[in-house]
């Protein structure tokens, strides 16, 4: 059974005539990197916010895990699907690294120990130990972007869904990046990616889906 | 005259925090394109910053050292008019942005630099025409994707038609056909004799500089011509 399902979606945003995306179809499995291309303004962060339930199709319905989207709460899609914003601005909040990343792993319900060594080690994964204690807003736009990434990743949702990750990491950390992602996939989870990357694409993408004028024009 | 010198530049954010550069200097020659890579977190924004002014004007912090851009002490004049001399364009557009319109958004910097009406109409269909997104003239910033929103803070900043750009990884969120965009109009700008310091991380945009600077924790460590100086950053890294 496909994970995500999309059924005849349409969406407009408020006030505006010309829909962004048009009667899409579309099944998204939990395995494998379903990348999303498509020039600036196609739609693709709008398709993003929809799997995700922020925005609400115009028309037509999403299911996930054969559930449909609008009977679950943010908190139970979330638990599903681990979406990482395009601009990792709006996602932190906390008062500390640490405290960003034992957020939302504290709210899965682990055990205190088991819940502090996932945030020990997916800390230390993305380099930010030395940063621990520091205000996540005063990081580097990079930083953030792995802090993110981190929080999000320590939840192991059965799909990650990532807005442009590589977007302000340089080569190295890309390729940290890159080599979680195959240790996701190794471990059964799938992962949507909206990315302009094509070098990063090209590397993990198993399947290529073009947007253009809110239709999916080629896979 | 050297369009920026940066002579023994240190900073940090607090006085008792970590410093994020450390003893840097260069100078970029008036027309050359100079590209500024480096791991995340190594300083490179906080350097765009000081060439607008922003640290120590706004942000405050410790500076030591001197920043001139077009012979100007970044020190001694205000942001607005060191505006003028270095356009700059931030990493988040969204921080940059407040207009209703994407014309409200490039007219505002000309129209507040009291020129006549009909320059100010010039330049907005100049830069909407360049940067190909005359379509959404009307349409509220807050509105456009990532990469739109890019595009439309560039042009607010070409608008000013500053000698220096400050580029601070403009390219990252744009689809193939707009950084093919942006490349050619950096090209066309170098031949018009501006200078041009972009953060970048993508290999391709970067070779478009006639010099790269790398970074590494706050220290200047390298600067010299693009080929040569990726090659070796590139296998520094080892990937």
């Given amino acids: 059974m496909a994970y995500i399902e999309l059924e005849n979606v349409s969406f407009c945003y408020p006030g505006q005539s010309r829909p962004v995306l048009r009667e899409i179809n579309l099944s998204i499995l939990n395995k494998g990197v379903t990348a999303i291309t498509g020039a600036n303004g196609s739609g693709k962060t709008t398709l993003s916010k929809l799997l995700t339930g922020i925005l609400l199709p115009t028309k037509g319905r999403i299911k996930l895990n054969g559930q449909l989207l609008t009977s679950l709460t943010l908190t139970q899609i979330g638990r599903q699907i681990g979406y990482v914003f395009q601009n990792p601005d709006k996602q932190l909040f906390c008062e500390t690294v640490e405290e960003e990343i034992a957020f939302g792993v504290r709210n899965l319900g682990l055990p205190p120990d088991q819940a502090a060594q996932k945030v020990r080690e997916v800390m230390d994964y993305f380099e930010l130990t030395r940063h621990a204690q520091a205000y996540p807003l005063s990081l580097s736009a990079g930083e953030k972007r792995r802090l993110a990434l981190a929080a999000v990743f320590a939840l192991e949702p059965g799909l990650l869904l990532l807005d442009e990750p590589t977007t302000g990491l340089d080569p190295y950390r890309k390729k940290l990046l890159g080599d979680y992602l195959d240790k996701m996939l190794a471990a059964g989870r799938g992962v949507v990616l909206i990315s302009h990357d094509q070098k990063f694409i090209n590397r993990y993408a198993t399947r290529l889906m073009g947007l253009q004028d809110g239709q999916f024009i080629e896979e | ?239």
């Avoid at chain 2, 041009?196 to 460590?221: C, F, K, Y």
């Fill in chain 2, 1 to 239: 005259m050297d369009a920026i010198v940066v002579d023994r530049l240190s900073c940090r954010y607090q006085a008792a925090g970590r410093q994020i550069l450390k003893d840097i200097s260069f100078k970029v020659a008036p027309g050359e394109i100079v590209a500024l890579i480096g791991l995340s977190g190594c300083g490179k924004s906080t350097l765009c910053l000081c060439l607008g002014g922003i640290i120590p004007h706004y942000l405050g912090g410790e500076l030591t050292g001197q920043v001139l851009v077009n012979g100007k002490d970044t020190r001694e004049y205000r942001v607005a008019q060191l505006a003028l001399e270095v356009g700059l364009v931030f990493q988040d557009p969204d921080t940059q942005l407040f207009a209703p319109t994407v014309e409200d958004e490039i007219a505002f910097a000309p129209e507040n630099l009291c020129l006549p009406a009909e320059e100010v109409g010039t330049r907005v269909n100049k830069v909407l025409d360049t940067l190909g997104i005359s379509d959404l003239r009307k349409t509220n910033p807050n509105h456009l994707s990532g990469g739109q929103k890019h595009l439309v803070a560039m042009g607010a900043v070409l608008a000013l038609e500053p000698s220096i750009l400050a580029l601070d990884e403009v390219m990252a969120q744009l689809d193939p056909a707009g950084k093919k965009t942006i490349n050619k109009i950096l090209v066309d700008l170098r031949r018009q004799g501006k200078t041009i310091l972009m953060v970048e991380h993508d290999p391709e945009t970067v070779s478009i500089a006639d010099r790269v600077l790398v970074l590494e924790e706050g220290r200047l460590i390298k600067d010299g011509r693009a080929v040569t100086v990726l090659g070796e950053w590139e296998s520094m890294l080892r990937c």
